[in-house]
């Protein structure tokens, strides 16, 4: 099955070139490099067609495909177009860097891996010269799965590195050399174009003139056809001093019934043209007009999988705007703005708001964006919105608040914070509000505590939005892509002010305030619920209510599945809570495919806060494995992840035996003053440790788990150190007790092997919570035993110790709330690594190397 342009009527056969193509298949990428008018669509449009076996996705970059959203839509639908059974991948973009980024290639790729031989075709490559998007076309080369082939078509070589593909998989590249036509191609040409015999001392001259350029021979033909003599058209070609390509189209052109070539200039101010677009722009019989341009070889080819589609050839195309311009310098802009009105009748928005932004018509602009629904929030598009509005001229959005807020809401939802804070700012201070749009820019303003590095501003700001929303309750509000409704600002301010105090470190003050906004109406919003379960589930994990809060991510998760929202960003915060879980209980691979789909999803809209979250859960897994957290995210961290940071590097430097670096004293209770305590132990000053716990202002709180754990067990590791066995085992029982009931196992981990050592002292085995921590304590502190070169990643590891169980792929990617391509792909690695051929086979050689215990496989296998 193929999704492929027809092949022109008068294209001639290149089955040599056909062949080049044919042996590249066994390679991931094959490459077409030449100029304008080669042949190089017609080429690969003929090779196509000559493999019915091959499921060939074909891809016409244009001037819309420069926007990621856009293109990764239109690059899913492609292939489910020739791969019906294709699922599509879960991964979001990152829209607000616009790439596609690497967790969705990774999704894609292992999504096509079961599509059966499949060819990717992206012509006019060059169109995407330079930027984000194209380099990630590259790196999804890297990724194809065997069954899977790309072709790069370009005008212009794009630098990407070819060599490795040269000495790796034997690139085949067509260039204008091999393209050129020969003395009998042109021949054919022109027999079939011109329609009149022509001589051979002709054909040889044409050759030469042209060097063999496809579009040159094309054009001479095409001036044959019209001229009385043919000859003539040779001996001027021969003599002109001027472009091949420039004369010829001007002869071409000049030979056209007026009214024919007046049509063809009004059409070419569309990237594709349709019957109907044909009638609206040119008052012609579009159906026939179209017809008659393919059948007389104008410079028009149809495009791939759309029937009734086409384009212009770029060249030609230039030259008939080329001429509208000088013709009337105004019409083009009232044309595109028709073209933008068709689509709009057609009920393609996205594509009329493109021709309304080339005409200018930034009223068409703001009225349609203001028109917009929550659709454009809950399919991720925010960026492509703030896009157009950036367009319309500044000092147009100023005059009209709804637009400017509207502006300011969704180039803050696109992670482009700074700007955001600045516009809205600007209108809370210095333009005459209404009182609704007032309280949609405070609300709006506070919710971008997500995204800017100084988290104290907006609990001001929530305060103010939530106070003028109460002593206002019937002021009228704009209605701003839905999302501007009295409930969901109340929600949205009372959420962003928990978020605050989240990153602010009051973690107690959090979770009270986001449990308030649980309780207001907005809460019924699947977005907005799925957001708010994941940061409450964030803020209880991180307090160490590990029960309620696994609950919570759980819950947040299958209503991001119910409603189709696990590509959204949305929920970040609740796959962040399930690796903190599993982080608090020791078992920090369980929760490594959970923190790389929250990363992914912060991420893809700029959230800084969040990404510094996922940062400092990163180095909790393994303080002293620094090259796992990656690149540090832009920006200065919020104080709870600050504080994380410093422990972990004096945890780092306690492990170690290093000198701890410097940190002002902790004047309250904290992880900080955790590891101060500890060090002292560690370098054997009990006396001192205790006149340090004594400072510390603790005050036990029954709904943190975490503190009362950390608190108890340094008690008991002082009292011990001072020789107090009795006390000691005392508050050692009662830390673990209080530990049990959450399977709380991370503060164990945390004091280290010491701890072990006590527990083991002074209790034993004595319940199988107590063997439990003590292992994991153990675990931790023990080497990685480096027993393959490429060693398996935590995700890899996660996934590794489901496959001793019966579970299938659908399972394990349900159970992790992935997608099942994410899972494949990644079995894909575990295999690799492992050189297993299967699941049997990687479960035999993991037990060989000791990363499953075939005790487990014997219980779930």
């Not at 616009?98 to 031989?117: C, K, M, S, V, Y």
């Not at 022109?190 to 042209?210: L, N, Q």
């Not at 516009?423 to 609704?436: A, D, E, H, Y």
């Amino acid at each position: 099955m193929t999704d492929i342009r027809r092949i022109p009527p008068h294209a001639v056969d290149r089955p040599a070139l056909r062949r080049q193509l044919d042996a590249g298949l066994t390679a991931p990428l094959s490459l077409v490099v030449a100029p304008a008018g080669a042949g190089k669509t017609v080429l690969l449009s003929q090779w196509a067609h000559s493999r019915p076996d091959l499921a060939v996705a074909w891809f016409d970059i244009s001037s819309a495909d420069d926007a990621a959203p856009t293109f990764a839509r239109r690059l899913v639908a492609g292939v489910g177009a020739v791969a019906p059974d294709l699922h599509p991948p879960a991964a979001p973009v990152e829209a607000s860097v616009n790439r596609l980024g690497d967790a969705f290639l990774e999704d894609f790729t292992g999504a096509i891996a079961d599509a059966g031989p499949l060819v990717l075709v992206f012509d006019d490559l060059d169109r995407l010269a330079g930027s984000a998007i194209l380099a990630d076309l590259w790196r999804m080369v890297d990724l194809l799965p065997p069954n899977a082939h790309a072709v790069f078509s370009s005008r212009v070589d794009l630098q990407l590195g070819w060599s490795r593909h040269r000495l790796e998989h034997g690139l085949v590249e067509i260039r204008q050399r091999e393209l050129a036509f020969d003395s009998a191609t042109t021949a054919r040409v022109i027999a079939r174009i011109a329609g009149k015999p022509v001589s051979e001392e002709a054909v040889a001259a044409v050759t030469a003139r042209t060097e063999g350029w496809a579009v040159g021979v094309q054009l001479t033909a095409l001036s044959m056809r019209f001229a009385e003599d043919p000859g003539r058209v040779v001996d001027t070609l021969a003599d002109t001093d001027r472009l091949v390509v420039d004369y010829l189209s001007e002869e071409v052109l000049d030979a056209l019934d007026p009214d024919r070539r007046d049509a063809l200039m009004r059409l070419a101010v569309v990237d594709e043209a349709s019957a109907g677009l044909a009638e609206t722009l040119a008052d012609v019989d579009g159906a026939r007009f179209l017809a008659d341009l393919e059948r007389d070889s104008m410079f028009i080819v149809p495009i791939g999988g759309r029937t009734g589609w086409y384009r212009f050839h770029r060249l030609f195309r230039d030259l008939l705007l080329y001429r509208l311009r000088a013709q009337d310098a105004h019409v083009e802009a009232r044309l595109l703005e028709a073209a933008g009105d068709w689509y709009l009748a057609e009920g393609d928005g996205e594509t009329a708001m493109r021709y309304f932004l080339r005409a200018k018509r930034w009223d068409r602009v703001m009225e349609r964006v203001l028109a917009s629904g929550r659709d454009v929030f809950e399919d991720v598009r925010t960026a492509t919105v703030a896009a157009w509005l950036r367009e319309v001229p500044a000092e147009l959005r100023a005059g009209n608040a709804d637009v400017e807020l509207l502006y300011a809401i969704t180039e803050g939802m696109s992670g482009r914070a700074l700007v955001a804070v600045d516009v809205l700012q600007t209108l809370i201070l210095r333009t005459p509000l209404t009182t609704g749009q007032r309280q949609v820019a405070l609300a709006y303003l506070s919710a971008l505590v997500q995204f800017h590095p100084h988290a104290e501003l907006f609990v001001d700001a929530a305060h103010e939005a939530l106070g003028l929303l109460a002593r206002e309750p019937d002021a009228e509000l704009p209605d701003l892509l839905g999302l501007t409704t009295r409930p969901l600002l109340e929600y949205l301010s009372q959420g962003s002010l928990g978020r605050a105090l989240l990153f602010l470190g009051d973690l107690p003050a959090a979770r009270r305030e986001l449990e308030r906004a649980r309780a207001m109406a907005g809460f019924s919003y699947a977005p907005y619920r799925v957001h708010l379960l994941g940061s409450i589930a964030l803020a209880n994990a991180v307090l160490g209510n590990l029960v309620v809060a696994a609950e919570q991510a759980d819950e947040a998760l299958a209503t991001a599945r119910e409603f189709h929202l696990l590509a959204h960003p949305a929920p970040a915060d609740a796959y962040l809570a399930r690796a903190v879980v599993a982080i608090q209980r020791g078992e920090s691979d369980v929760g490594a495919l959970a923190l790389a789909e929250g990363t992914v999803r912060a991420g893809a809209n700029q959230r800084t806060q969040l990404m510094w979250v996922s940062h400092a859960i990163t180095l909790m897994i393994d303080p002293g494995a620094e090259h796992l957290a990656g690149t540090e995210p832009p920006g200065p961290p919020p104080p709870l992840v600050r504080q994380t940071l410093t422990a972990a590097g004096l945890r780092r430097a306690r492990l170690r035996g290093a000198p701890a670096p410097p940190a002002p004293p902790a004047p309250v209770w904290s992880s900080i003053a955790f590891e101060e305590v500890a060090r002292l132990l560690i370098d054997g000053q009990p006396a001192a440790a205790q006149v340090r716990l004594s400072q510390l202002r603790f005050a036990p709180d029954a709904s943190a788990p975490d503190a009362a754990v950390s608190f108890g067990l340094l008690q008991a590791w002082t009292l011990a150190s001072e020789g107090r066995r009795p006390q000691a085992r005392e508050h050692l029982v009662a830390a673990l007790e209080r530990a049990e009931p959450e399977w709380l196992v991370d503060p164990f981990v945390r004091a280290g092997p010491a701890v072990a050592d006590l527990i083991e002292e002074l209790l034993g085995a004595r319940t199988g919570f107590t063997r439990v921590v003590v292992s994991r304590v153990r675990a931790a502190a023990a080497a990685p035993d480096r027993a393959l070169v490429d060693e398996l990643t935590p995700r890899e590891l996660e996934l590794l110790a489901f496959l001793p169980s019966r579970l299938t792929i659908a399972d394990i990617a349900g159970r992790c709330f992935v997608s099942t391509n994410t899972i494949k792909t990644h079995l894909g690695h575990i295999y690799r690594k492992l050189g297993a051929s299967g699941r049997d086979a990687a479960i035999e050689r993991a037990v060989e190397l000791g990363l499953l215990d075939a005790r487990d496989i014997a219980r779930v296998g």
